[in-house]
């Protein structure tokens, strides 16, 4: 498989849990991205990585939330203590270079109870 | 940081119409301009995208026109057809910064 793969593609959780996505990217792009969207609204940026080192982190994003990508290839988002405003689904991207195409992934979508 | 606004948020046309959605950015640092079409239930994908040293950019029935002065692009759909019915986001993306539009609803009619 060629494109960007996510797991798992639902989770149900209930608040105050530890929740931990992943993503793995097209085998050569550099930059990975980590989207959250809702019912209705376009993607909302939380962080990049340009290949291990994450240059930008949204200041929206909780101290809840963390990512990784420790070998520049696969990364992982982790939510801590979730929230039930923390349902929604989480996209992941990436690109081979700032400026060229995103290609997302199929997404994660998280339902806190 | 960046704010992206997309008009409309909904966008019925009868098949065969042309179809128009606008965007507007406020950071003259972006400059890569991508339009994605996402269908329901499934990933965003990428129909046509535009530089900031190019003014218009056309594939097929699909346009897309860029005013830096003025800080807003536009995608223009011709000859709609039923399967062209999708939310579509707009985004403008800088270094650092990459934001999506709200998204516009597009119903063809057949």
């Known amino acids: 498989d060629t494109g960007v793969s996510q797991d798992p593609r639902h989770k149900i959780t209930k608040r105050g849990q530890n929740v931990t996505f992943r993503c793995d990217p097209i085998s050569e792009h550099n930059r990975l991205y980590w989207y959250r969207q809702t019912l209705g609204q376009g993607p909302e940026f939380l962080t990049y990585?340009?290949?291990?080192?994450?240059?930008?982190k949204s200041r929206l994003l909780s101290d809840r939330f963390s990512a990784e990508r420790p070998k520049g290839s696969f990364s992982t988002l982790e939510i801590q203590r979730t929230e039930q405003g923390d349902s929604a689904m989480y996209l992941c991207?990436?690109?081979?270079?700032?400026?060229?195409?995103?290609?997302f992934g199929p997404g994660t979508r998280l339902t806190v109870l | 940081g960046e704010n992206v606004e997309q008009h409309p948020s909904t966008l019925s046309v009868q098949e065969g119409d042309s179809a128009v959605i606008k965007c507007t950015y406020s950071d003259s640092a972006s400059n890569y301009f991508p339009w994605y079409k996402q269908e329901l239930g499934k990933r965003p994908q990428l129909i046509i995208d535009?530089?900031?040293?190019?003014g218009e950019k056309k594939d097929q029935r699909i346009a897309v026109t860029l005013n830096k002065t003025a800080k807003h692009f536009s995608l223009h759909i011709t000859e709609t057809q039923p399967e062209d019915s999708a939310v579509y986001f707009c985004a403008a993306i800088g270094n650092n910064d990459m934001r999506f539009g709200a998204g516009t609803r597009l119903t063809v009619k057949p």
């Open positions: 990585f340009q290949n291990e080192a994450q240059l930008e």
């Open positions: 535009i530089r900031s040293n190019v």
């Open positions: 991207a990436s690109s081979l270079s700032q400026g060229s195409e995103q290609f």
